[in-house]
């Protein structure tokens, strides 16, 4: 089965959005966890403009299943995973200007900066996860940067007209790049721009461990409710799985 991690990022972008105690991205992880979700994800960016550094302390002695840090390299965050202990962190690119994550870290350009959070966080006992773009090179890189698990961006592909060639291409290429993955012994996961419509084909992937999604799920919320916006996504990613296993 793939794990289903869900981002409430989007609930404390809401909250933010009115400086207000609500909606809070705390107690939305404890709805997803009773929907069936395998654990939370949250991204504490430098500017704090989601997710704030209570959230993810609260979030450490609440979830009940894993709890994954997305953050940037730097130092100041990487301090703060290693009071907080997450699970695991997956290491991300960020930018000020940017609405979300813009594509997938440059894991050779900055392999020493990289190499160097990784062993601090590995020592503590912290998982390390590094998110990049489908590409050979920068999967067989993180190996040798001591990485637990790559979690590939599925941008590039959720961008595309469903069912398309470019679609597909774009699938192909993520399939290339997860089985160098698996074959290096790394854990795989996947992440960015999934919905409900385009999550199946990617969990149908050989190797995809864990999926982390979060606007989808949280737009969904806003018209079925949070629940079922879970039930709903678990349910979409296990169909793609059994189609997987019928071909």
Known sequence: MVRLLINVDHVATLRQQRD????DPVLAAGVCELAGADGITIHLREDRRHAQERDVRLLRQTVRGSLNLEMAVVPSIIDIALDVKPDMCTLVPEKREERTTEGGLDVRGRAAEIGKAVARLRAAGIAVSLFIDP???SARACVDLGATQV?????DYCHQGPGSAAASRELARLGKAGRIVVDTGLRLAAGHGLDYGNVGPVAALG????????H?????AVMVGLDRAVRDMRDAIDRGVRGAHRE
């Open 207 to 214: 190797g995809v461990e864990e999926m982390s999604i979060g």
């Open 20 to 23: 207000t105690l609500y909606p």
């Open 216 to 220: 989808a799920i949280v737009a969904r």
């Open 151 to 155: 979690e590939l961006h599925t941008g």
């Open 135 to 137: 590409e050979e090179a």
